[in-house]
């Protein structure tokens, strides 16, 4: 079956614009999770969804990152007046509930000029 | 808080064994899970350890000492395809996000 995808796979914008960024995730998995991932270091954990809900944001560095998930299937990634710093891969995950095996997508590769 | 420990870096032959080290310190743990990535590629899901000891898939095997708050992924028979970057990573309950490592870049040399 299908695996989790994320699009676009690559996005370049301008410091101060807003992006999004959308995960696909296997269907039936019930929990989503965004991750972060700078080069050379391990997935940092953003935001994680049980259904519709964000069960846990703390991962979220400011208020400029939003995520939702309104029919508990599809995920967007909403970043507001991005900085350079933002430039990363972002990754999204689902799973079963109760699993401990998460599937990974194919990631974004953010590029803040 | 969360953090945890493990080479950065790892040269290895092809077909020999080599081991992967992986120290943690927590408030919760759930479980130890690794997670092999290839560059550009994503994470893929390799073995977990809730209990204490040794689980074996294929030429992959993992363990964990809860009492010493270390693990290790053990890699047999290396392949050249083995070359990745590997994760250790840990959880507080079984649907809360994954803590990783810093990872370890293996090169399997012929």
């Known amino acids: 079956g299908a695996g989790v995808s994320q699009t676009p796979s690559n996005k370049v914008t301008e410091k101060g614009k807003y992006v999004e960024l959308r995960c696909d995730p296997i269907?039936?998995?019930?929990?989503l999770y965004w991750y972060r991932q700078s080069l050379g270091q391990g997935p940092e954990f953003l935001i994680y969804f049980q259904g519709t809900g964000a069960a846990d944001d703390s991962g979220l560095p400011n208020d400029r990152f939003f995520a939702v998930r309104p029919e508990g299937s599809v995920s967007t990634l909403k970043i507001q007046r991005t900085e350079r710093g933002d430039s990363a891969v972002y990754l999204c995950?689902?799973?079963?509930?109760?699993?401990?095996?998460?599937?990974f997508g194919p990631g974004t590769r953010l590029t803040v000029t | 808080g969360q953090s945890l420990e493990q080479p950065s870096e790892v040269t290895a032959v092809e077909g020999a064994i080599v081991q992967i080290n992986c120290t943690y310190q927590?408030?919760?743990?759930?479980?130890l899970s690794w997670y092999q990535q290839h560059d550009g590629g994503a994470p893929t899901f390799l073995s977990y350890?809730?209990?204490?000891g040794l689980e074996e898939t294929g030429r992959f095997s993992s363990f964990l000492s809860r009492s010493d708050s270390y693990g290790y992924l053990l890699l047999q028979e290396l392949q050249m395809k083995d070359s990745a970057s590997y994760f250790c990573?840990?959880?507080?309950?079984?649907?809360?996000?994954?803590?990783f490592g810093k990872g370890t870049r293996l090169s399997v040399i012929a």
């Open positions: 995950a689902s799973s079963f509930l109760g699993s401990t095996e998460q599937y």
């Open positions: 350890n809730g209990l204490d």
């Open positions: 927590t408030s919760g743990f759930y479980g």
């Open positions: 269907s039936g998995h019930t929990a």
């Open positions: 990573a840990v959880r507080n309950s079984g649907n809360t996000p994954l803590v």
